[in-house]
């Protein structure tokens, strides 16, 4: 049994993309069971609720567990105190940032979405795609690629979107898309800290160890009344976790801006954006994307 597994504080795109391989593998006669390693966002638990689809149960390490990565390579992303053999593929659209001492079966490609690449293997296996994974890919494209304004998107993830939904007879996708996010961004609910960790990476760099969280909004205006409250927040979490940097992309997706909000070494965020710092965040217009405009600078201002 191969366990397919997204990231710790999984998006759409991971478990989007953990069901759907694991039923292509099981098509392709490899025993696979979709998990999760983490609680879901609410953008993810709408878009499986809305099709009826079961959202895959948590799964706890054990050494005689064998797993399939998807959406992320990098083992501190990953389920805990995960081990090199027992890692058998990795399905990715991050950069690669892990070696082994055997071959392994690594799937990377520099798409908009896991999902992009999940199709294609549909596609190149001959494997019919049902309606209920064609719907989780499709919301997992829109997701990632910020409904196809991220500079993250291709032209390959457009048009594989546009099969998708042709086979769904699907209608507006902007539409749908706005309705996804707005369902993530619903934070009358949600805690601090809630807030900060729903989509948060971590990262090491040269000795200097950092995260960036995100949240995609359609409206800024009830996170930034809770602006302080929220900082407040991710001092403490720095303090915990021992981090140099913790940043918080506040993300306006009808606007396409980033606030970036961060506590710790101020220093490494003006050597990586070159903008002025007020209240403890810096403005970043035509900016959506953490994986390709927010990290890639972190890293260049820390090597």
């Known amino acids: 049994m191969l366990y397919v597994i997204g990231h710790k504080k999984p998006d759409t795109d991971s478990i989007a993309a953990a069901v759907a391989y694991s039923y292509l593998l099981n098509k392709l006669g490899v025993e696979a069971k979709a998990c999760r390693i983490d609680d879901v966002n609410p953008e993810t638990e709408f878009v499986f609720n809305k099709f009826g689809v079961g959202i895959p149960e948590k799964v706890f390490n054990s050494p005689e567990k064998r797993f399939v990565l998807v959406d992320h390579n990098e083992f501190y992303q990953s389920i805990d105190d995960l081990k090199e053999e027992q890692v058998v593929q990795i399905i990715d659209h991050h950069k690669l940032n892990v070696s082994f001492l055997e071959p392994k079966f690594v799937r990377t490609e520099p798409l908009g979405s896991t999902c992009s690449i999940v199709f294609k293997m549909f596609k190149e296996n001959n494997v019919e ?82 995260a960036v969280g995100q949240v995609e909004l359609v409206d800024l205006s009830e996170i930034n009344s809770r602006k302080e409250e929220i900082l407040s927040e991710m001092r403490k979490l720095k303090e915990e976790k021992d981090f140099d940097l913790i940043c918080l992309m506040v993300t306006d997706i009808i606007n396409q801006f980033t606030d970036l909000w961060f506590v710790g070494e101020d220093w490494i965020v003006v050597k990586a954006f070159g903008k002025e710092i007020k209240d403890n965040s810096v403005h970043l217009p035509n900016v959506l994307s953490r994986k390709k405009q927010v990290v890639p600078p972190i890293e260049k201002a820390l090597s």
């Open 129 to 210: 795609v049902p309606k209920e994974i064609a719907f989780l890919l499709l919301s997992a494209i829109l997701s990632d690629t910020v409904i196809f304004t991220s500079p993250t998107t291709t032209e390959e993830d457009k048009r594989i979107a546009s099969e998708l939904a042709e086979m769904l007879d699907f209608g507006d996708l902007k539409a749908f898309g706005i309705e996804m996010k707005k369902a993530k961004a619903d934070l009358s609910s949600k805690t601090a800290r809630d807030i900060i960790t729903m989509d948060f990476k971590e990262y090491e760099k040269n000795g200097k160890k950092y």
